[in-house]
């Protein structure tokens, strides 16, 4: 096996409420929704009407740019409602779920297929935005063919669910196909990286035509973009894919059956859920199914995804399309009598000024106050410390608000999303919004290089 | 607590837009933050943040200062009885009297400080910045206890404005704010900051015994006078003539110890910072010469400025360099400049404060350097692909 990659700078946060390791029956929704704001950067052309009847697999929008990445309806049903914001801005598309009719796209193995004809089936089958692409962390452009593709088979986040569990839970050998799949796109590699200690489950360890990687070290070792950092960085020019575990066995399905069926396991987590399990669901369902009386008393804040990066969602919002886990997490807006001098026995930080850091807890109850006001950056030399790349994070962060294009290329704004600097932000003292300045630094390159 | 909410929530419309004393917007800002940890939950970005902000930051500086502050107050008292032959004083009596006479310094100081940052953060719309807690309490420190108060309050004044609010307040400014202070008095009103007189209270209006000086070690070295000059242990210990918090090594030291362990102070300045010095006092023991440069390299740590200097100075995250690698440099530097300012400027006896004010000026030379590594190394990468 390769060697083992430690990575020493992170920081795990010990959040509480991990869910335990058993999988629930599926609970019946009819409510689904595809949000646009799960897709950075994408200016979407809607292809159906409120009313309009759609089938698992039939064509909800596409992107304007690129009218070929169709994003299609996850279920059989009727267009119930076409959400918009502000300014008429596109929010979701809400599809009430009725029958099981689905769109056959055809089964094949990818193996004796063309390139052309591989990406054609992901393309037309709407699996095609779980492709990700750095530089940019955005749907990946067809045409380009990526150096390499990189899948990220742990998850180091908080409350994170055990990708072992959910892989020797999911049935039907549809992962080697996926890779096979992925292998057809690439003229390099499939990189999949794993935890170095832990046992590996066979459904995982078995594979071919991947290269394995282990890693080591705390939260954000999971994350896609620092093992391709370690692996074998993104430079200016190359574009690599990235794709979530549980969607290459979306798209090994959709290779062995011809159907469109993301189905997956996630965890329920968070100090406000009652019973933390895993679940079946499909993207796009509301999660209202899931926790339905299984809500503890008080205010709380359902996020799809991570308390680092997911999104802020209503009791019965949808689930992301990228998201493997549902957190809900008590709201935090009290005022706190001299809160910033307390001496913090029950306050978990990343900083040694609390007492939490001497006398350590298992588990810490966080909520979603901010603790503090926004500030300029004072403090130097920190961010670094839960960042595990080559960056100068400060340094990046001034380019974005800079506007400086070409520094924002020098320091390396092609490897990051704003995922790896979710840390930063949460450690930050002067409570910057690092990600949003990630995002829209990002935003500004692919405004400049287009 | 809840009582004092209400009100506090009760008056808040008072001093928004529109209200009475919406002028007063940021010193209501300020004090109401500063009792309650405000109810503001995240709404972008990551939904937990650190239990850790500015005011604790800034806090944790106070705390190590403390222990500077407390033997500066005993060290006045001391010096008095010392310079005036008075015998009877016991260790509290001699604490008293110097607390008392710093603490106008101290009011003055944060006062006028504070005053002008409530004001700017007002303009700006911003919030309270905090760093002037620290900033407030570091001048009164560095400033010998007979200084007049009005000037105290002119260079903090001149310290605020000209160095750092016109910068764009707190985080942008190039000099360390409190030695900007400190640099404005030296340069305007030399008599009142160097001479023999002005480190020991009453000292400047004469009546001190006959024969008494009151010369600093620094001075004393710089005038060859190394048989005058207290032991080590006096001097790392502080019971010296100085500016009010510099004097004990010993109690900075205790300051150092809550600023590593907290890890709000950068290791990596102090430690380079005291190579830097100890490496150029032994360079210039080994070039043989005389006088001055013979002086042990290790009484350069323990004498004038440089301690307080190394702990809460140079270590200013905002006007230091910021990269780690960039620390090192910057320390390094910081600590030779001290001695060569110290041995071979025929001016001045102190080195510290020109020394850390100018790396605070090359710090961020040395940041683009160091950045444009990594930048290279980046590139390298391309061209090897």
């Known amino acids: ?450 | 607590m809840n009582f004092l909410l209400k009100r506090m929530k009760k008056i808040e419309p008072l001093f928004e837009k529109g209200g009475r004393f919406e002028k007063l917007r940021s010193v209501y800002d300020g004090f109401a933050t500063l009792l309650f940890v405000p109810d503001k939950v995240t709404s972008r970005g990551s939904h937990i943040r650190d239990h850790m902000d500015m005011k604790r930051t800034m806090t944790v500086v106070l705390i190590a200062l403390m222990p500077a502050l407390l033997f500066g107050s005993y060290n006045i008292g001391l010096q008095h009885t010392r310079a005036f032959g008075i015998n009877e004083w016991t260790m509290m009596h001699m604490f008293w009297f110097g607390f008392l006479k710093l603490l106008p310094l101290i009011i003055v100081s944060y006062l006028v400080g504070l005053g002008i940052e409530f004001i700017a953060a007002q303009i700006r719309g911003h919030e309270i910045n905090e760093g002037y807690l620290v900033t407030g309490m570091l001048i009164p420190l560095i400033m010998p206890i007979d200084v007049p108060l009005w000037m105290v309050a002119v260079s903090v004044a001149f310290a605020v404005i000209i160095g750092k609010e016109i910068f764009g307040g707190t985080g942008m400014n190039i000099l360390n704010p409190a030695l900007t202070a400190r640099a404005f008095l030296f340069f305007s009103y030399p008599g009142w900051m160097t001479g023999d007189n002005v480190w020991i209270e009453g000292l400047v209006k004469g009546g001190g015994l006959d024969g008494f000086s009151g010369a600093t070690p620094l001075a004393l070295a710089k005038l060859d006078g190394f048989a005058q000059m207290p032991s080590a242990m006096e001097m790392f210990i502080g019971t010296i003539p100085g500016s009010v918090g510099e004097t004990s090594t010993l109690a900075i030291l205790i300051g150092a110890f809550v600023l590593i362990l907290t890890g709000v102070g950068s290791w990596r300045i102090m430690l380079s910072m005291t190579l830097g010095a100890l490496g150029m006092g032994l360079l210039l023991n080994a070039t043989g010469g005389s006088g001055y440069t013979q002086i042990p390299a290790y009484y350069h740590l323990i004498m004038g400025g440089f301690a307080f200097g190394t702990v809460f100075m140079a270590t200013d995250p905002v006007s230091a360099a910021q990269t780690n690698t960039g620390k090192y440099i910057y320390g390094a530097l910081t600590g030779i400049l001290v001695v060569i300012i110290r041995v071979f400027n025929p001016a001045y006896p102190e080195g510290t404060m020109l020394a850390i004010l100018l790396m605070n000026v090359m710090a961020p030379l040395i940041d683009h350097f160091v950045v444009n590594a990594n930048i290279r190394r980046r590139l390298k990468k391309i061209r090897t692909a």
């Open chain 1, 1 to 450: 096996m390769s060697t083992v990659i430690k990575l020493r700078k992170g920081l795990n946060i010990r959040l509480a409420g991990k869910a335990e390791k058993i999988l629930l029956p599926d609970v019946a929704v009819t409510r689904f929704g595809v949000r646009f704001a799960d897709f950075p950067g994408l200016v979407a052309r809607l292809e159906v009407q409120e009313e309009d009847k759609v089938m698992a697999g039939s064509v909800l929008f596409h992107d304007k740019a690129f009218p070929e990445i169709k994003f299609v309806s996850p279920v059989s049903g009727v267009v119930k409602e076409i959400v918009r914001g502000e300014k008429r801005v596109l929010v979701e598309v809400v599809i009430e779920q009725a029958g099981t009719d689905k769109i056959d796209f055809g089964a094949a193995d990818p193996m004796k297929l063309s390139r052309a004809e591989v990406t054609e089936k992901l393309l037309k089958s709407g699996i095609w935005p779980v492709l990700r692409q750095r530089p940019y962390h955005i749907v990946a452009r067809p045409g380009a063919v990526p150096r390499d593709i990189f899948i990220s088979a742990f998850d180091t986040s908080p409350l994170a669910p055990d990708l072992d569990y959910v892989m020797s839970n999911t049935h039907g050998g549809h992962l080697q196909e996926g890779i096979n799949a992925l292998s057809r796109l690439t003229d390099g590699k499939v990189h999949i990286s794993h935890e170095a200690e832990g046992s590996r489950v066979p459904e995982l360890k078995n594979l071919k035509n991947v290269e394995f990687h282990a890693f080591k070290g705390p939260h954000p070792a999971g994350n896609v973009g620092v093992q391709i950092h370690h692996i074998s960085p993104v430079s200016k020019g190359e574009v690599v894919w990235t794709v979530d575990l549980q969607d290459v066995v979306a798209i090994g399905r959709l290779f062995g059956t011809g159907f469109h069926d993301r189905e997956r396991i996630i965890a329920l987590a968070g100090p406000g859920v009652q019973n933390r399990k895993y679940h079946r669901i499909r993207p796009g369902a509301s999660v209202s199914g899931i926790l339905k009386g299984n809500l503890k008393e008080g205010k709380f804040r359902v996020i799809s995804g991570n308390v680092l990066t997911g999104k802020k969602i209503s009791q019965d919002g949808s689930f992301g399309f990228y998201d493997n886990l549902v957190t809900v997490l008590p709201e935090g807006d009290y005022s706190e009598f001299f809160g910033w001098a307390a001496p913090g026995l029950k306050k978990f930080s990343y900083w040694r000024t609390f007492v939490s850091k001497l006398i350590p807890r298992r588990e810490y109850e966080l909520d979603t106050n901010l603790h503090g006001g926004h500030r300029a950056f004072v403090i130097t030399g920190h961010y670094e410390n839960v960042l595990p790349m080559d960056i100068y994070p400060v340094h990046l962060l001034k380019a974005i608000m800079a506007g400086d294009v070409e520094l924002m290329e020098n320091l390396g704004i092609y490897e990051v999303a704003e995922e790896d600097f979710a840390l930063c932000e949460f450690i930050d003292p002067s409570k910057t919004e690092i990600q949003e300045i990630i995002r829209s630094g990002i935003n500004l390159m692919i405004k400049e290089m287009n």
